[in-house]
């Protein structure tokens, strides 16, 4: 069963970082993209990122709303993908939701999610 | 990118169908077949139900189907039940290696 876990989550004052953990398990980590995606609250998805496999490179791509501020990286060792928050802002108050990505841009599993708040 | 635009509500009674509209422009849904439909019930994660506009993955139900014409794409789902009652998503591939969501609708089953 595919299992993912986002870790990392919590208060945290405007211009800070933090770092959110996803560990995988139940699938052969390495093979696939993750992404993250957020929701801010009462509010629709938002698509942040993705990292590719090894296999195509283990590039990255961001959405224009969080380039430059946040960025995503892999371990296939330890099955864990992480969120690197930088200069976090009031509008990035949301719940993160940790994804495995399948071909044509598929969310094809969740984890549970974690809340980040931004606030001073 | 802007969201693509679903109504913000539907409804329907057990049994009937309703379906559920999701339009983009030619850089998203008109220009890929990459549309996914997620379902999210309050407080919990969403729920891949649709994939490559009509596909279903496995375990979810035949009554929920997917379609595309031009610029927008349809999930229907037949025989409402009263466990259907949720929040629905789309999203498209958008080039240049993005994606996008929909704004949500919300389903009730009266």
């Known amino acids: 069963e595919v299992q993912l876990v986002e870790s990392g989550g919590g208060l945290v004052q405007p211009g800070r970082s933090l770092r959110l953990s996803c560990t995988a398990s139940?699938?052969?980590?390495?093979?696939?993209?993750m992404s993250w995606v957020r929701q801010a609250p009462g509010k629709g998805l938002e698509w942040v990122n993705f990292i590719r496999s090894k296999v195509y490179g283990g590039t990255t791509e961001y959405a224009a709303s969080v380039k430059g501020r946040f960025s995503i990286s892999r371990d296939d060792s330890k099955s864990i993908a992480y969120l690197q928050m930088n200069s976090l802002k009031t509008e990035d108050t949301a719940v993160y939701y940790c994804?495995?990505?399948?071909?044509?841009?598929?969310?094809?599993?969740w984890g549970q999610g974690t809340l980040v708040t931004v606030s001073s | 990118q802007s969201a693509l635009t679903q109504p913000p509500s539907a409804s329907g009674s057990p049994g009937q169908s309703v379906t559920i509209s999701c339009t983009g422009t030619s850089s998203d849904v008109g220009g890929y077949n990459y549309v996914s439909w997620y379902q999210q019930y309050p407080g919990k994660a969403p729920k891949l139900m649709i994939y490559?506009?009509?596909k279903r993955p496995s375990g979810v139900p035949d009554r929920f189907s997917g379609s595309k014409s031009g610029y927008t794409a349809s999930l229907t789902v037949s025989g409402l039940q009263a466990e259907d009652e949720a929040d629905y998503y789309c999203?498209?591939?958008?080039?240049?290696?993005?994606?996008?969501f929909g704004g949500g609708t919300k389903l009730t089953v009266l």
């Open positions: 994804t495995r990505l399948g071909p044509g841009s598929v969310f094809q599993h």
């Open positions: 999203s498209s591939y958008a080039g240049s290696n993005s994606v996008v």
């Open positions: 139940g699938f052969t980590f390495g093979d696939y993209a």
């Open positions: 490559e506009v009509s």
